[in-house]
């Protein structure tokens, strides 16, 4: 066999690193890890349960990764309602190097799925925006999703006339928030339906907050009740909107009280319009801050981090959660100018728009 000279290896391996170098993953690509490079993964449930998740939550979180570690690569997916979905996604990423995943659980049982599945590849998970139940996972952060509930109810016992008949179009109960946000909005109402102030006349969950199913609920709340319907407890903007449109179809927009949650662009020009009452405003930035720090923290190895950034405990199914937990805030017409465009969550030409240009500010 014919010896290499010198040159011939030294251009040889010249070639290797360069081949090397051409192969490797750009670390900010979400569609997977380059060598040697950190991974996060945030993992959503769905479009239906609220359009934040893609619009918002998403850019924010990986936002917030970078600026704290812009080599940390970032899967971002979403299950689009469907557990099995979510955890192949959450299998994949372990399996693409993730050593930390940020989940909003579809369900309870994903939630654990993915929890047991990280243990076992001595990974981390956050549980975000949801509660998972049955396993602990390394922390939660979220709002106080029972809370927001609870003021949307209260905003309707405040509101509503005495003796006046409520429809609730509860979300979707599998889920751990919509879960949180019927058993918030009984707190609030249960009170006045035993003492006869208001009266619950109708009452459905919509599996996947699908606005369609919600519509439809609507319409049958209106025919059971007989269009006397005082107010509508509904759980976020996203079925606002389509709970409206039934309500338009009997003349009664603007005339019925309709909670949400969200803040969402559609939601705040339906509120300046009169056809929705509420919306329950959450910084979403705010929260996805939260979960890229303590996430970076844990994919950096800081085993302190949970107990050094957590600031209280939050009790599943199976035990104690450290958990980082956020306040909602009511925004009706009063307020959005104090809220969420002093936030620069939004602005008024976002939501400015149709019948709602009259109920803004000309300059």
């Known amino acids: 066999m014919k010896r290499m000279t010198p040159i011939a290896l030294a251009t040889l391996a010249l070639a290797g690193l360069l081949l090397a170098g051409c192969s490797s993953t750009n670390p900010a690509d979400a569609s997977g890890s380059s060598s040697g490079s950190k991974t996060i993964a945030f993992l959503m449930p769905c479009s239906t ?35 099995s979905t979510q955890i192949n996604q959450a299998e994949s990423a372990l399996t693409n190097g993730a050593s930390v995943i940020v989940a909003s659980p579809y369900t309870a049982k994903a939630g654990a799925t993915i929890v047991n ?3 076992a590849d001595k990974a981390s998970v956050i549980a975000y925006d949801g509660m998972i139940d049955g396993a602990v996972p390394d922390a939660y952060i979220s709002f106080q999703n029972e ?5 949307q109810g209260k905003y309707i016992v405040d509101h509503a006339p005495k003796g006046g008949t409520v429809a609730m179009i509860n979300g979707d109960i599998t889920s751990a928030p919509g879960l949180a946000f019927k058993q918030g909005a ?26 369609s199913k919600a519509q439809a609920s609507m319409e049958q709340a209106l025919t059971k009740l007989n269009n006397k319907v005082d107010a509508v407890l509904v759980p976020n903007d996203g079925m606002a909107t389509p709970v409206i449109a039934a309500l338009t179809a009997q003349q009664l927009n603007g005339k019925v009280i309709v909670t949400g949650q969200d803040a969402t662009d559609p ?17 979403i930035r705010d929260e996805a801050n939260a ?4 996430a970076v923290a844990l994919a950096h190895g800081d085993k302190n981090a949970v107990k050094q950034q957590t600031t209280t405990t ?21 307020n959005i100018a104090d809220t969420v465009i002093k936030d620069g969550f939004t602005t008024w030409a976002n939501i400015c728009v149709g019948a709602a240009k009259a109920q803004c500010p000309s300059n």
């Open 147 to 151: 809370k927001v509930g609870e003021l």
């Open 186 to 211: 009984h707190q609030s109402l249960d009170p006045a339906f035993t003492d006869g102030s208001l009266v619950l006349g109708y009452e459905s969950d919509t599996p996947g907050f699908d606005g």
């Open 49 to 83: 349960c609220a359009d934040r998740f893609e619009s918002k939550d998403k850019p924010y979180f990986i936002e917030a990764v970078h600026k704290l570690d812009p080599s940390i690569t970032v899967i971002a997916e979403n299950a689009q309602g469907s557990e």
């Open 267 to 283: 939601g705040l020009t339906n509120i300046l319009e009169g056809n929705q009452s509420m919306t329950v405003y959450k910084s």
């Open 314 to 334: 939050v009790k599943n199914d199976v035990g104690s959660v450290p958990a980082i937990l956020l306040d909602p805030v009511v925004v009706d017409k009063s």
């Open 291 to 294: 979960a890229a720090k303590l």
């Open 117 to 119: 599945k990280a243990r």
